[in-house]
């Protein structure tokens, strides 16, 4: 079936192939430039990439230093192993798959967790509502909500705020968001809803109800 | 009665189905559950609160984006990866090669230019090599310890000298041009050089 999409490597509109998930004539022609050793084609994929991996690194690294490393060391990857991509997904959810499986592997070598609650020192959310209430501090007021939002998801289990990026900044379905994963569809809904229930919590006690709702 | 309110999971699936899905697309029996919430929704304020606050959430999601790489990003790692690298390396010296012989060439156009008589008959070689500084510092070499003088008039005098013939040739007919050029080209060819080994260091370097 015939499909205009918006290019994933130079942005313009272009008709794409859609063979169900199946991609399109125009990336298969950036990938062939990629391998050709087209450095412009390589820099516009990572360009067009760069937010999605940034997101995923960033959601799921807590080390500033080692991010852009990682973000670099994911792209090089990419490099390495496009001539092995069979167009079998979309090229988007192939390279956040490698970023995934990238941050993966190094949360595992420094034995940091992946489902626990990442507050520091176990801090509970009763915890964070005792320290709060004696220094209450506006929601809307001072720093940008969206900064306060990013801080509270740093804190939930890094699974969830993975989720969370993919789903609401890369505007992923569930069924993208699952093969990246290699999850469940159902599984990767529930870990959102429960994202987003446990980071409305954590607002909440951090700031009044009336801020929220402001 | 007692009232039973909407959970969490409910609100945040008509939310995430107003969302993505118009009405008509929404399955037959979610369609009829998403008009009984939105009924119990017109008539329960506890649960309106639930719904604005979700939906102002979704809405600093949608804002939150954290990630921020250097503006260079992309080349950064486009060049670091060694085939790319190679050929940039590559480009980058015959450019630099370009530009070293645009150099030459404005150079010799600028000397060309220069008023030569001038510059060697106020050029006083003969005063530079009197000059107090250096002798004294010969002695210490040679072995007297007595400590240097220094004669900063008597020193500045050559420099002045050659400063000056260089400023009256400069005055000549297309001296100025010349110089200009020759600036110019040795500035591109710096240029064309520069960065030529960007981040080419970090993937040899040992693992952790």
């Not at chain 2, 090669?97 to 060697?120: E, Q, R, T």
Request: include cysteine; charged fraction near 20%.
């Amino acid at each position: 079936m015939l499909q205009i999409e918006i290019c994933n490597f130079c942005g313009l509109n272009s008709v794409y192939y859609n063979m169900g998930n199946h991609v399109t004539e125009s990336a298969r022609q950036h990938v062939a430039q990629i391998l050709a050793g087209d450095p412009n084609a390589f820099k516009l994929l990572v360009k067009n990439h760069e937010r999605l991996v940034g997101q995923v690194v960033f959601r799921m690294i807590i080390n500033e230093a080692d991010r852009e490393d990682l973000c670099q060391d994911i792209f090089v990857k990419i490099y390495r192993n496009l001539s092995g991509f069979r167009f079998d997904s979309k090229l988007s959810t192939w390279i956040a798959r490698i970023a995934f499986t990238t941050c993966l592997n190094y949360i595992e070598k420094k034995k940091l967790p992946l489902y626990e609650d990442t507050s520091p020192e176990g801090q509970t959310i009763d915890d964070c509502a005792a320290v709060n209430s004696t220094n209450p501090e506006s929601w809307t007021g001072g720093r940008q909500a969206s900064i306060k939002v990013c801080e509270e998801i740093d804190q939930l289990p890094v699974i969830y705020g993975t989720i969370l990026s993919l789903f609401h900044l890369q505007d992923m379905s569930y069924a993208e968001i699952s093969d990246i994963l290699r999850m469940p569809s159902g599984t990767v809904k529930s870990y959102l809803f429960r994202a987003r229930k446990m980071l409305k919590e954590r607002l909440q006690v951090r700031y009044s109800m009336e801020e929220l709702c402001a | 009665m007692r009232v039973r309110h909407l959970n969490d999971f409910e609100i945040q699936g008509l939310l995430d189905r107003r969302a993505t899905a118009p009405e008509s697309d929404v399955p037959g029996e979610r369609y009829l559950k998403d008009l009984e919430a939105q009924e119990h929704l017109d008539n329960c304020p506890t649960c309106l609160a639930e719904v604005a606050m979700y939906r102002r959430l979704f809405g600093e999601l949608d804002e939150s984006n954290e990630c921020h790489l250097p503006r260079n990003f992309a080349s950064k790692v486009t060049f670091s990866l060694p085939p790319f690298r190679a050929r940039r390396t590559k480009a980058r010296l015959q450019m630099a090669g370009i530009w070293a012989v645009a150099s030459m060439v404005s150079l010799a156009w600028f000397l060309s230019k220069l008023d030569w008589n001038g510059i060697v008959g106020k050029l006083s070689l003969y005063g530079v090599l009197k000059l107090t500084a250096l002798k004294a510092w010969l002695t210490t070499v040679t072995g007297g310890l007595s400590l240097p003088s220094f004669d900063l008039v008597r020193f500045w005098k050559p420099v002045s000298n050659f400063t000056n013939s260089i400023e009256q040739a400069l005055a000549t007919d297309g001296s100025a041009v010349g110089f200009v050029v020759l600036t110019a080209c040795v500035l591109i060819l710096i240029a064309s050089l520069d960065n030529l080994y960007l981040t080419s260091t970090r993937h040899h370097r040992k693992p952790h």
